[in-house]
């Protein structure tokens, strides 16, 4: 036996920081062959954004950087179509479109503009681009603080733009409908933030889809609460996200009713800090499907019926989930796992893992698993958090004897920790130190109400301290 915290292991700080990547983006190709397209953020790449796809092309030359800054989190950086793929800049903002992984891309939008272009998508219906664009060339210290958002559509033949809604601070995910005669986004307003309260909202569209007709626009969702990821059922029911029951849940609207399709105590949304973070995705095949994440469990939901069928993956966490005739594609992570893209087929249940964000050359059985906890807290109220035990196959400790305990807090407020293999916590787990990853109060991933617990109270509020002093 050996003390706590004196262990050796070969999870080495150097190992612990080495630089790897992140999943940014997943996008599916649904008109052309099925290819499942990634962002990768490269760390030792100085931050760039490289397109991948899988069939082993990289898609972004080394002179660019597919990323976009609209609202300056930016997120929804690219978008494919047929074939083609269209991305944002990084050094310049323009939107560019590629139309072979060797070819130079070309751009699409104007230079020196002061326009920024995010959450794309390309409408065969009308053959025009629907997008968020952000107006910089409106900032003007002494005036104006901040850029213009607007939903625009982009003629990619002749390089026109036509704004199509304005008025409000922030926009988010402009999507047509099957039959090409309305749209449907989000948007809200200062002060508000994104998981504070926005509207899903429609409109009748122009003949020519440049246009929207005028007095057509109607507020569908919202009321004081967090909706998103407006969308289109194949049958051209209007679904979206909201928390109105406490929980972010998948809603689809017939008629006048709006109904629950996921009435589940578990968040089914997450907080709009980037565009493009999919949750869900409806299969276009036809099938009456969409595959959901529900507390980062992925699952296959009947729309008609309500049924929801778990996928086992072997993974704890799914996200960035792209779905189309009867096959899955997402980031997936657990606590022996770091990110990988996988695709999932749904009969067979077969998973294949397409790319890593990294591989390290240490044993499992060095890796501490997470175990959820709950405690009470201050004000009869409950914190969580994921408790690491020490692990390390070559060590045991004093029979009785308590390790030390390191806490560790993630940022935000409104974030939330996973239960994914992490190094920088394995290295002290792998040394005889227990660690403790709060999802405090204000964190996301438990309801509205506990997400909201700071807004009014942002201070320093004591989640681990009774706990601490129990241990």
């Known amino acids: 036996m050996d003390e706590f ?51 082993g092309k990289q898609w972004t030359p080394k002179d660019y950087n597919a990323r976009t800054s609209v609202h300056e989190y930016g997120g929804g950086s690219f978008f494919v179509h047929n074939g083609t793929v269209y991305f944002s800049n990084f ?89 090409g005669k309305k749209l449907i986004w989000m948007q809200w307003n200062h002060p508000n933030m ?21 007095g057509t626009t109607k507020v569908v969702a919202g009321e004081n609460n967090s909706v998103m990821s407006p969308d289109w059922s194949c049958d051209g029911h209007m679904m979206y996200i909201s928390d109105k029951t406490d929980w972010w849940n998948l809603y ?75 096959v899955i594609f997402c980031v997936a992570s657990g606590p022996k796992q770091f990110p990988c893209v996988i695709k999932v087929e749904e009969q067979s249940g077969k998973v294949q893992i397409l790319k890593e964000s990294r591989t390290v050359p240490v044993n499992h059985s060095y890796f501490s698993i ?39 807090a993630h940022g935000g407020p409104t974030g939330q920790t996973f239960n994914t293999l992490n190094l920088n916590i394995q290295y002290f787990t792998s040394r005889g130190f227990a660690v403790l990853d709060v999802n405090y109060r204000g964190s996301t991933g438990y309801g509205k109400q506990y997400r909201h617990t700071l807004r009014t109270n942002v201070k320093l509020v004591p989640v681990v301290m009774k706990l601490i002093y129990d241990y």
């Open 5 to 55: 915290g004196s262990w050796k292991s070969p999870i080495t700080s150097i190992l612990a920081t080495k630089s790897s990547l992140s999943f940014q983006e997943v996008h599916l190709d649904k008109t052309s062959g099925g290819l499942v397209y990634w962002s990768e953020l490269r760390y030792d790449e100085a931050g760039r954004y490289v397109i991948c796809s899988s069939d």
């Open 91 to 179: 050094f310049d903002q323009r939107l560019y479109v590629q139309t072979c992984h060797d070819a130079k891309p070309t751009p699409l939008t104007p230079a020196d503009s002061g326009w920024r272009y995010a959450d794309g998508y390309y409408c065969e219906k009308h053959g025009l681009i629907y997008c968020v664009r952000e107006d910089h060339s409106v900032v003007d210290k002494t005036i104006k603080t901040e850029a213009l958002n607007t939903v625009v559509c982009i003629n990619p033949k002749t390089e026109e733009q036509f704004v199509l809604v304005k008025g409000c601070d922030f926009y988010s995910r402009p999507r047509v409908s099957p039959d």
């Open 194 to 214: 994104p998981w504070d309260s926005t509207e899903v909202c429609v409109a009748d569209f122009s003949d020519d889809g440049y246009s929207m007709v005028d």
């Open 252 to 326: 689809q609207v017939t008629g006048n009713e709006h109904v629950n399709l996921t009435p589940v105590l578990k968040e089914v949304g997450n907080p709009h800090w980037t565009f493009a973070y999919y949750t869900v995705d409806i299969d276009r095949s036809g099938s009456g499907k969409a595959a959901v994440c529900i507390a980062g469990v992925l699952n296959i939901l009947d729309i008609q019926t309500k049924v929801l069928t778990p996928l086992n993956t072997g993974f704890d966490g799914h996200r960035l989930v792209q779905y189309h005739n009867g």
């Open 370 to 408: 997470p175990t959820e906890i709950r405690w009470p807290t201050t004000e009869g109220k409950i914190s969580y958090g994921f408790f690491y035990p020490p692990q390390n196959k070559d060590y045991t400790g004093p029979s009785g004897g308590k390790p030390p305990l390191l806490v560790k």
